[in-house]
Structure formats: structure tokens, C-alpha cells
């Protein structure tokens, strides 16, 4: 149980495009969603915290007007990289919280991961 | 703010060579420290959540203790498959929504 898919699992686009990433709880509800960025051999840096129905709150640092979340259902959140960058080729694992368990805080789960690379 | 501190930062075993690996934290009010399991271009995937110093738990070579300033992972006559890169993830209080992650410990398990 608690599976996370992401779809594409890997993108390569050309500078100047946009690339839009789907995180989906396959077996559970998610209230929240969160979407991290990945560096090789780097620790998980943290981008946007998205709450269904409402704004994604960012990260100090995380370009509002570049990264674009949408979190429209409670199974479904999105990712759009716009007018994309080398320097946004990256690793970017999207994240859901639940399912919650009586009495205890909920646990994230995490996707298996898109690689974008961007030409 | 919220720290954590993993270490070593990578460790080498021969199969069946039991170890630790130790994530140091402090945190405001904990609600939670979590073991992920990485591997080479995936995501993270979850082990355990622990939530008061004492509790342990297990998984198959797995076991995770707590205690009020670190956590130990240990591993049990490891595999080469349990080469992996492992997070500790704690969170506090102050940021309910979101988790604090380590740099990691990167476990390479030789046959």
C-alpha cells in the first residue's frame, strides 16, 4: 500500500520549453504533496508544499512563476517546469502524505523520480 | 531549526559484516524521525517512523532505534543488496508540514 507514481519518469526538452511532471497517490487519499529537487549525490532539497485546492506554499529561493503546482485533486498533483533551463536539469521526486494512522503523524512517501534534462 | 546529522557518510561492508549507521538530530517538539532506503535514480523508499526515544523497530536485516538525540540503523549480516544509500528525516514541531533529511549514508555491501 501508500504507492506514488510519477510520470514521465525521465524528459528531455529543449531550452525554452515547458515540461509538466504528474505525482499520483495510486491507493490513497493525500491531502498533501510536496516536490523535492535532487542534485547527484546530494541530500533532498525541499521546493513547494501543496495542499489540494490551494496554493503550493514555495521554498525561499524556489521560483513561483518557474515551477508551477498544481494540486487539483486529493491523488494528483503537478509539476510544470516553464520555459525550462539547463541549469533546471535536475532529479525531481514528488512526495504524499498519508495514508494516516490513528494516533500517529502521517508518513510521506515518495516517487519513483523524473529525470529532466534540458538541452 | 531543525538539523540532522548522518553518519559516516559512506560505509563499505563485507556480506554478513553487521553495522550502524547513526543519525544525530535536534529538533524542536519531535513528531517523528524517519528511515528511507535509496537507490541509485529512484526515490526514496520508506522503512520506519519512530516517534519517542526507546521504541525500535524492524525489518527483515533492518532494525531502527531511538534515543532523544540520535537514531541507529542497524543492519545484520547485510546483503549486497542492501546497498542503498539511507535517509533520516525527522519532523519537528515548528514544521509540521515538512520533513528535515540528512545528507544520507551511502552503503556499498561487497559479496
Known amino acids: 500500500g501508500a504507492v506514488v507514481s510519477q510520470h514521465p519518469s525521465w524528459v528531455i526538452c529543449k531550452s525554452g520549453t515547458s515540461v509538466k511532471i504528474e505525482c499520483r497517490s495510486l491507493?490513497?487519499?493525500?491531502?498533501?504533496m510536496f516536490w523535492y529537487r535532487q542534485f547527484p549525490k546530494q541530500s533532498l532539497m525541499l521546493m513547494a508544499t501543496?495542499?489540494?485546492?490551494?496554493?503550493?506554499?514555495?521554498e525561499q529561493g524556489v521560483e513561483k512563476d518557474k515551477f508551477l503546482i498544481n494540486h487539483a485533486s486529493l491523488t494528483l498533483s503537478t509539476l510544470t517546469v516553464t520555459s525550462a533551463h539547463p541549469e533546471d536539469s535536475s532529479f525531481y521526486i514528488c512526495s504524499a502524505r498519508g495514508p494516516y494512522n490513528r494516533g500517529q503523524q502521517e508518513t510521506q512517501y515518495f516517487g519513483p523520480g523524473t529525470r529532466l534534462l534540458v538541452l | 531549526e531543525d538539523q540532522v546529522t548522518q553518519s559516516p557518510e559512506a560505509l563499505r561492508l563485507q556480506e554478513g559484516e553487521s553495522s550502524s549507521l547513526n543519525c544525530s538530530y535536534t529538533v524542536s517538539g519531535l513528531r517523528g524521525l524517519f528511515w528511507y532506503r535509496q537507490d541509485p535514480g529512484k526515490g526514496p523508499e520508506f522503512l520506519f517512523t519512530?516517534?519517542?526515544a526507546g521504541e525500535e523497530k524492524e525489518k527483515e536485516r533492518l532494525k531502527a532505534t531511538l534515543t532523544k538525540k540520535e537514531s541507529f540503523l542497524h543492519i545484520t549480516a547485510p546483503k549486497p543488496e542492501d546497498s542503498a544509500t539511507y535517509l533520516c528525516a525527522v519532523r519537528g514541531a515548528s514544521g509540521y508540514s515538512t520533513l528535515t533529511f540528512g545528507k544520507g549514508t551511502m552503503l556499498l555491501v561487497s559479496p
Open positions: 519512530l516517534y519517542s
Open positions: 491507493d490513497f487519499q493525500a491531502t498533501t
Open positions: 501543496s495542499n489540494e485546492g490551494s496554493k503550493a506554499t514555495y
